[in-house]
């Protein structure tokens, strides 16, 4: 059977993950990256992906580097990489290619079945185009999961639990989720069942980042009489410099409650350098971003109201990504909901990689040796329904399927022609909560045609809606005098022929399967004759993508 992995696509980081000898399992190894930064530039006409591609800022002023891509997905934006213009997923088409890669020298065998982790929050455009991204990759995307719920069976996974609601706080770097669930224990194994969901995926830890670099930016001025512009992608060389050590800043101020920022060299707006060192308090830290913690709670508040859970009922909240791990959000959630929190024996960092390596462990058959963890329901996280007018209105919004509606479940409604004769019935079907659709995401327009021209009203159409289990909305009509169905077969932003193109424009930053698989199996011979700084080059060169010096390599090690 091939092997599934699952993969924990983040704005901030990546993570892959797979069961192996009934444990879940992450990528060890000297030679390629633990966690993946979710970072892409371009150096001296190299691509660089990860750590290094991170670092460099000097690619990054250029305006040759992207970071966070995740948060633009599904939001029909172009950016510019490469003197290129793409489409965010095929930035995220790159990130997942280098996973792809990988993955390759990790195995010594091509990988292509995987589970891909996205925001509760994302809509069906981004579902979608998560899934475009990981075909352009060159996986075989087996299901997608919701990040939390992918969290909550890591917790199920390593926790003995008989009966317990859990709610799942996850704030990560681009993202916030919650989802409140039922974990039962049965059969020798754990159910969790979600209950409800919410959240605000233009919410992370990267606004608390930018607090911060606003507060640098203030004292800069005040200090030093200049400041950076941080609202635009290209960043001048010195902003960058800022939000490096901000980012360091924030994760000493977690278990100290005190530390500084300290940049020996700041490169000035107009040229130059000059020192910058200050000292910042947790206390200054936490006065600073309460009102972002704040807005977490409210989420959560309106979650357990609108799905009518009370709060006193849940007897933990799971921490989940890296700004839960801020002091002050644990406080928070104490003091305003009355909860306790935990960690459950997970790291909050890697729990939603390995929910989704045991997802990938269920899909291929295979079990943890502990016991048997499976989600036995999720739910979609928006109301789903129609445009429609009064006769005074043309942009109501008239609701189908309310939000926390299961996956796997079908609605169905009726609707009658509106005029004599019409042939063709158009419904456009739109997400939100917004009584007035345009301010909702639309889904698609769907047309029922071949319809008998009949009076109107006498002919009616039944349309179904369903979620499937990665959380896309499948739709199918059918004409009940006639019997004739016609289902849905939309895919956002998707046509075969553009995705040729665009898997041949990620493809084109790297070196040829072909030649890596050849590598590959020199690289092994050579091991076995304990040549191992050779087989070290052959590696180097295939982590930098270099098809240069890997071609020089093969032919020296070959003649």
Request: hydrophobic share 40%; glycine share 8%.
């Amino acid at each position: 059977m091939n092997k599934i992995v699952g993969i924990d696509f983040g704005t901030t980081n990546s993570l892959v993950t797979f069961v192996q000898n009934g444990k879940v399992r992450t990528i060890q190894s000297k030679d390629i990256e633990h966690t993946l930064p979710s970072v892409v530039c371009k150096f001296d006409g190299k691509l660089i992906v990860g750590k290094e591609a991170k670092e460099n800022l000097g690619a990054f002023s250029k305006g040759d580097g992207i970071k966070e891509i995740k948060k633009y997905i599904g939001k029909k934006k172009t950016i510019k990489f490469d003197n290129q213009m793409l489409q965010p997923y095929e930035v995220a088409a790159i990130i997942l290619r280098k996973i792809k890669r990988n993955l390759q020298l990790y195995f010594n065998e091509e990988v292509k079945d995987v589970v891909i982790t996205v925001p509760a929050q994302f809509s069906d455009a981004q579902r979608k185009e998560i899934i475009q991204a990981g075909e352009i990759a060159g996986f075989n995307v087996r299901k997608i999961i919701n990040e939390p719920t992918a969290a909550l069976l890591a917790y199920a996974a390593e926790n003995n639990i008989q009966k317990e609601t859990v709610l799942c706080y996850d704030y990560g770097g681009g993202t916030f989720d919650v989802s409140i669930a039922e974990i039962t224990s049965s059969y020798g194994g754990q159910s969790v069942k979600i209950l409800a969901t919410g959240g605000n995926r233009e919410l992370g830890g990267s606004d608390i980042d930018r607090l911060m670099f606003n507060a640098i930016n203030q004292d800069l001025m005040k200090t030093k009489g200049f400041r950076f512009n941080g609202s635009s992608m290209k960043l001048e060389f010195g902003a960058l410099q800022i939000f490096e050590a901000v980012e360091l800043l924030k994760i000493d101020l977690t278990e100290k409650y005190e530390a500084s920022i300290s940049i020996p060299a700041l490169k000035k707006p107009n040229g130059g350098t000059v020192g910058y060192f200050k000292k910042i308090k947790r206390s200054e830290f936490e006065a600073l971003i309460a009102h972002e913690i704040k807005k977490t709670i409210e989420i959560v508040k309106g979650v357990a109201s609108d799905s009518n859970i009370s709060l006193r009922y849940i007897n933990k909240v799971l921490l989940v990504g890296g700004s839960s791990r801020i002091p002050l959000v644990k406080k928070m959630i104490e003091k305003d909901l009355n909860i306790k929190t935990t960690m459950g024996n997970i790291n909050p960092d890697e729990c939603v990689a390995v929910g989704a390596g045991i997802e990938a462990a269920n899909l291929a058959g295979v079990s943890l040796l502990k016991k048997k963890i499976k989600v036995t329901r999720d739910v979609c996280p928006f109301t789903l329904g129609l445009k429609y007018g009064d006769g005074v209105e043309n942009d109501l919004f008239d609701p189908l399927i309310t939000k926390n509606f299961p996956y796997g479940e079908e609605f169905s409604e009726e609707y009658s022609t509106a005029l004599n004769y019409q042939n063709t019935m158009e419904l456009e079907i739109y997400q939100g909560e917004s009584n007035r659709a345009t301010n909702n995401e639309e889904v698609c327009t769907f047309v029922v045609r071949n319809i008998p021209e009949r009076l109107a009203g006498d002919e009616k159409i039944r349309v179904t809606f369903k979620y499937n289990t990665d959380g896309i909305l499948m739709i199918k009509a059918k004409i009940l005098s006639t019997g004739i169905e016609v289902t849905h077969t939309h895919k956002y932003g998707y046509s075969v022929e553009g995705s040729r193109k665009e898997k041949a424009r990620v493809e084109s930053h790297f070196i040829e399967n072909a030649q890596v698989e050849e590598a590959i199996v020199l690289m092994n011979s050579l091991k076995k004759h304990d040549e191992v700084k050779q087989g070290k080059r052959i590696i180097e060169a295939i982590k930098y993508e270099d098809k240069v010096e890997l071609e020089d390599i093969m032919a020296d090690l070959l003649d």
